[in-house]
C-alpha cells in the first residue's frame, strides 16, 4: 500500500500557474502509473492527467491539454501537475491516486490508493 500526500493547491488569479505535487510514502512511486484528478463543487470527479508506470506515456483530458503537465520525481517519489495558464474553471478539489503496474487509465476505478486532496481556487 502507498500513501499519497498532495500539496501545492492555493488561490491563484486567472493566468498564474500552480505546481502541485503528490508526495509517495510506503512504497516507490515507480511501480505505479499516477493520475490526477479533480472535483468541483456539484459536479463529478473527473480525470486531468496521467503518466504510467514506465514514464514513457502522458494523457490529459482536453480541457487541460497545452496548459498542464504531469511529471514524474523518482528520487523524491513525487509526481507533479504543473497547472500554467489557469481558469477559472480550473477551481476544484485536485486529487492524485496510483495504480500498481498502472497505464494511465482516464478511469477512476483502476486506482487502488488516492491522497486526501488539495484545494485549487482560481479568481477571475
Known amino acids: 500500500q502507498v500513501q499519497l500526500v498532495e500539496s501545492g493547491g492555493g488561490l491563484v488569479q486567472a493566468g498564474g500557474s500552480l505546481r502541485l505535487s503528490c508526495a509517495a510514502s510506503?512504497?516507490?512511486?515507480?511501480?505505479?502509473?499516477v493520475g490526477w484528478f479533480r472535483q468541483a463543487p456539484g459536479k463529478e470527479r473527473e480525470f486531468v492527467a496521467s503518466?504510467?508506470?514506465?514514464?514513457?506515456?502522458?494523457y490529459y483530458a482536453d480541457s487541460v491539454k497545452g496548459r498542464f503537465t504531469i511529471s514524474r520525481d523518482v528520487a523524491k517519489n513525487t509526481v507533479y501537475l504543473q497547472m500554467n495558464s489557469l481558469k477559472p474553471e480550473d477551481t476544484a478539489v485536485y486529487f492524485c491516486?496510483?495504480?500498481?503496474?498502472?497505464?494511465?487509465?482516464?478511469?477512476?476505478?483502476?486506482?487502488?490508493?488516492w491522497g486526501q486532496g488539495t484545494q485549487v481556487t482560481v479568481s477571475s
Open positions: 503518466i504510467t508506470w514506465t514514464s514513457s506515456i502522458t
Open positions: 491516486a496510483a495504480h500498481l503496474y498502472g497505464l494511465g487509465s482516464a478511469a477512476a476505478s483502476p486506482y487502488e490508493n
Open positions: 510506503g512504497r516507490t512511486l515507480s511501480s505505479y502509473g
